[in-house]
């Protein structure tokens, strides 16, 4: 029982490494960290934006989990702002949360982003100061730890369950996002409607009409989509219709 469910566990992540889908042994200092061109010209476009964007995580651990960040523009700003969780900057004694003018959709060295969800025009210019808030009221900005949490996709739940209005679903494979804050077993959803239970983020359930069925096992989700169906699968991510 206990070789078929670490198979279970491991069977994506093996899968996007032998594929080749997920490199492995790539060097930072040479990884692409190019912008995908996903989004427009700060300058071209003066309504305002709040995007959620994911990309693989860097070498092995991109087998098994993604990495999330936020990127905003306030209307007829001519740049983004990007906020992230970046554990390195514990080395220098700064905070973990990095928010600063940059491309919004960089490679996250050498993984291709995908946005995950956006709000734009009229409704993101009302919501920006919340989002700005919810960022600097951040629980864990000395605290970092890759597994099970809090990590980078730990802040962008928090930044999302803070502002519910936002209506962004992460995706399962953003391990850290099922550890909940101040040490609660019981919270709404990230995408504001539905609930989640969790134990320090390594066993879990979630249901919500966004998410779905999530069931959380050391940091691993396995799940259902029923909103647009698909199968929700450890490393691999969502088997089914686009999200």
């Given at each position: 029982m206990l070789l078929v469910f670490l198979l279970a566990l491991l069977a994506g992540p093996c899968w996007l490494m032998l594929?080749?889908?997920?490199?492995?042994g790539s060097d930072w200092r040479t990884a692409k960290r190019d912008g995908a061109?996903?989004?427009?010209?700060?300058?071209?476009?003066?309504?305002?934006?709040?995007q959620l964007y994911a990309a693989r995580a860097f070498n092995w651990y991109g087998a098994f989990a993604v990495h999330t960040w936020l990127a905003v523009k306030a209307p007829r700003a001519e740049h983004y702002v990007v906020h992230q969780v970046l554990g390195w900057n514990l080395y220098g004694g700064h905070s973990v949360v990095d928010s600063r003018p940059d491309l919004p959709d960089r490679y996250w060295y050498d993984a291709a982003p995908e946005i995950v969800a956006e709000v734009r025009g009229a409704p993101a210019e009302a919501l920006l100061p919340q989002v700005e808030d919810a960022v600097a009221r951040y629980p864990y900005g000395h605290h970092y730890r890759r597994w099970p949490g809090?990590?980078?996709?730990?802040?962008t739940a928090f930044v999302a369950r803070t502002?519910?209005?936002?209506?962004?679903?992460?995706?399962?494979?953003?391990?850290?996002?099922?550890?909940?804050?101040?040490?609660?077993?019981?919270?709404?959803?990230?995408?504001?409607?539905?609930?989640?239970?969790?134990?320090?983020?390594?066993?879990?359930?979630?249901?919500?009409?966004?998410?779905?069925?999530?069931?959380?096992?050391?940091?691993?989700?396995f799940g259902l989509d029923f909103k647009r169906p698909a199968l929700k699968l450890p490393g691999i991510g969502r088997l089914g219709l686009r999200s």
């Open positions: 594929s080749g889908t997920v490199s492995v061109g996903l989004a427009p010209p700060a300058g071209a476009t003066p309504e305002a934006a709040i809090p990590n980078s996709n730990t802040f502002v519910p209005e936002l209506g962004f679903a992460l995706p399962s494979t953003a391990i850290g996002k099922d550890y909940l804050p101040g040490g609660a077993l019981l919270l709404p959803a990230p995408s504001g409607r539905g609930w989640q239970f969790s134990l320090g983020g390594l066993v879990g359930i979630l249901l919500a009409p966004r998410e779905g069925l999530e069931v959380n096992v050391l940091g691993a989700v």
